[in-house]
């Protein structure tokens, strides 16, 4: 296992079109289309009906049921902001190292401090409606329903928790994970802001309430049956500190887990953007291995 190196995510706009002829191409979901299919961007889908409720799909020319996998990109932002555009800073990246891969980034709803709406476990709970949504247009995107899960932060968090706790809503063989919060309960005193944060997050304190941070913290749920897992955090890191992926770490290897952890030295809750290209070739290597 190799301890080098971990990500940070921000925002960036980029316009996407749709092109009309889809229907015309698809061939209605066959395993083999009679025609190459071309790339395709699908912006701001809902999968439910709450306003945050939307994710963008990015699916590639010459896909198929039986030959494009997908990776599910959860944005960062302390569950209390960010969106699905922080993926576009990644895409052309990913692109790179898994061409044949098909990708959505989706939006979830935000914990509001000032009404105390969307509290947890409801950031989780979407993560599930959106999985069981892609699903469901598979046949129509034609894609196949190997997943693989990735996220930065917060987003880091949701796709870890996913992946150990609901293992049984889709067939998620791998999880990506960046400078991931991992254990709640320990982070909940690092800082003024894990305080007010996690506690107006999950409603009260660790003390108050630890069933709350237990099943909210990924890993609670890590067994031997876990899926394989690579994930990154800088050393310097002043917001998720990196104590909380050498937790994860630690219970990956005590349960006999398939993982690669790296840190990057020196670099704290971000990236310089000569980083991403060597960060994603060295996820997708070890995603591969699981295939």
């Not at 576009?88 to 898994?98: D, V």
């Not at 401090?113 to 129509?140: C, D, H, M, R, W």
């Not at 305080?195 to 237990?214: H, K």
């Amino acid at each position: 296992m190799r301890n080098r190196f971990y990500c940070v995510s921000k925002k960036i706009t980029f316009g996407i079109f749709i092109l009309g002829a889809f229907w015309s191409c698809t061939s209605n979901g066959d395993e083999t289309p009679s025609e190459r299919l071309e790339s395709l961007d699908l912006s701001d889908q809902s999968y439910g009906s709450e306003p945050n409720q939307l994710m963008d799909v990015y699916l590639p020319a010459g896909r198929s049921t039986t030959n494009t996998p997908l990776l599910i990109y959860i944005h960062g932002g302390a569950w209390v902001e960010g969106s699905k555009e922080e993926f576009k800073q990644f895409r052309s990246s990913l692109s790179a190292a898994l061409p044949d891969y098909a990708f959505v980034s989706i939006n979830y709803s935000l914990y509001n401090f000032t009404t105390g709406t969307n509290k947890f476990p409801t950031q989780e709970n979407e993560v599930i409606k959106a999985i069981n949504y892609i699903l469901s247009k598979s046949l129509e995107w034609n894609i196949s329903d190997t997943i693989i899960l990735a996220g930065a932060s917060a987003g880091g968090h949701l796709a870890l928790l996913h992946a150990y706790k609901h293992e049984s809503v889709g067939n998620v063989t791998a999880v990506v994970a960046f400078f991931p919060p991992t254990d709640l309960a320990e982070l909940y005193d690092y800082s003024f802001l894990t305080i007010t944060g996690l506690g107006g997050l999950l409603g009260s304190s660790p003390m108050e309430n630890p069933t709350a941070y237990a099943n909210s913290s990924p890993i609670t749920f890590i067994d031997g049956e876990s899926v394989p897992t690579i994930f990154f955090h800088g050393t310097a890191d002043n917001v998720v500190p990196f104590s909380q992926s050498e937790i994860l770490e630690e219970k990956l290897s005590k349960a006999g887990v398939k993982h690669e952890f790296t840190k990057v030295l020196n670099q704290g809750h971000g990236f310089t953007l000569e980083t991403y290209p060597v960060l994603f070739q060295q996820a997708a290597a070890f995603i591969k291995e699981q295939q």
